[in-house]
């Protein structure tokens, strides 16, 4: 009697140990199994992503006018060129704009900026656009996004837009412009702020 009982304990000790390396086999194979599926996922999602064709640091880029002036020179920390896509990304972009007789009238400078095949620039974050005539009735506009046709020079910003000019400033939702003929248009709540000059 005292053997059977020491056989079946130690028979309940070896149907443990198998019961146990069972539910270790079948955990293992679920996480191995989740594991191939993360990876193979990861995989597909990095041969999905585009990858770019053309990479440069302190790039460069001028446009000119038919006439062979000087419109457009755009200097940037970084670009990165995807053929697939037809556009270009920069880090840091700034643009200074000339008009026909080669001086420059504005200086634009964003977080990063896009450039499709169709020369619309798309700036993005911290976009702020300087006047370097001293004597133009529009001195700075700031916004946080803007798109600038660099053929006809009009630019179209649909988020708030702030603009300095010669004793007020101007605050709007939404803006048209153009560099060359230098004529703003603010749309939707717009609101004017003058500075009251005092004559001596």
């Not at 597909?44 to 001028?62: D, F, R, W």
């Not at 001195?139 to 010669?166: C, E, F, M, P």
């Amino acid at each position: 009697m005292f053997y059977l009982s020491r056989l079946l304990n130690k028979n309940k000790k070896y149907i443990f140990i198998l019961i146990l390396l069972i539910l270790i086999i079948i955990f293992l194979s679920i996480f191995v199994k989740k594991s191939l599926i993360m990876l193979n996922t990861s995989l597909n999602s990095l041969v999905n992503k585009e990858i770019y064709t053309h990479q440069g640091n302190n790039v460069v880029i001028n446009t000119y006018y038919t006439t062979g002036q000087l419109k457009f020179k755009l200097t940037a920390y970084c670009i990165q060129h995807f053929s697939n896509q037809k556009i270009t990304w920069f880090k840091h972009p700034d643009v200074t704009a000339f008009n026909e007789k080669n001086t420059p009238i504005w200086k634009i400078t964003a977080n990063q900026a896009r450039l499709d095949h169709g020369k619309i620039l798309h700036l993005h974050g911290h976009v702020h656009m300087n006047n370097l005539i001293d004597s133009a009735y529009f001195q700075s506009i700031k916004t946080n996004q803007a798109i600038i046709n660099l053929i006809t020079q009009d630019i179209i910003a649909d988020k708030k837009v702030i603009i300095h000019g010669r004793y007020f400033y101007s605050v709007g939702m939404k803006m048209h412009a153009n560099l060359h003929t230098q004529t703003i248009k603010l749309i939707d709540s717009t609101q004017t702020y003058y500075e009251i000059q005092h004559i001596r």
